[in-house]
């Protein structure tokens, strides 16, 4: 079936890295897509967008990419910080749709 | 910061008790969403509504109902709780889906325990 999930269940880093959050989709139908980040106990707050026309899309110390061929969405954080730690969840929507379906969480986990 | 809130944020209540949890937005938004989320899992939609006296099922099938008879009020009602119905229920509204996408803003979350 159609599903959004995520390559890994917990991401752990260090401070000032890097960080690389990956998602799969399997609906070459869908047009948009958004990364949103949850903290504990919070509802999922909007991170970064992107449509099915690009295939990068810059933020502030965000990246999000789209590679359309084999239907990937990753989400890079520049100098990680331990704010940054949370739960980041892709979501996707389907053209002519108008609600959104998310994938399983990565939880990142920045160590000072 | 989105203007969505809910209350209660938390609710312990026993089986078989009728639970409302509110929801509203003070931003004109449409469209309304709920949403249930199990502890470190995905989201699933269970209800949503285009506007005022329109709601519509989500792809997570649900016991609970809801109304919309204002167009910032979206409250979600469960007749008679269930230890199952346990669960985090989340709201969100965003402005209606043009084709060119809309960020969805949700609440704080309702978590909910029936014992």
């Known amino acids: 079936g159609e599903s959004v999930g995520l390559h890994l269940p917990t991401l752990s880093v260090q401070e000032g890295d890097n960080s690389i959050i990956n998602c799969a989709y399997s609906n070459s139908a869908s047009d948009y897509f958004i990364w949103y980040k949850q903290e504990s106990g919070k509802g999922p707050q909007f991170i970064i967008d992107i449509r099915s026309n690009m295939d990068k899309r810059q933020g502030q110390r965000v990246t999000v990419l789209l590679n359309k061929t084999v239907k990937h969405l990753s989400l890079q954080i520049a100098a990680t910080q331990p704010g940054d730690s949370a739960v980041y969840f892709c979501a996707e929507l389907k053209g002519g749709y108008s609600t959104l379906t998310f994938g399983k969480g990565t939880m990142l986990l920045v160590s000072p | 910061e989105a203007d969505i809130y809910q209350t209660p944020r938390y609710l312990v209540i026993g089986t078989g008790k009728k639970i409302t949890l509110e929801c509203s937005q003070t931003?004109?938004?449409?469209?309304m969403y709920w949403y249930q989320q199990d502890p470190g899992m995905e989201l699933h939609l269970i209800h949503y509504s285009y506007g005022v006296n329109s709601t519509e099922k989500g792809d997570l099938s649900s016991e609970s109902t809801v109304s919309r008879i204002r167009t910032e009020h979206f409250p979600l009602t469960l007749e008679s709780a269930r230890p199952s119905h346990t669960s985090q229920y989340l709201c969100a509204s965003s402005e209606p889906m043009t084709g060119s996408g809309n960020t969805i803003y949700f609440g704080e979350g309702s978590w909910l325990t029936v014992v």
């Open positions: 931003m004109g938004h449409d469209k």
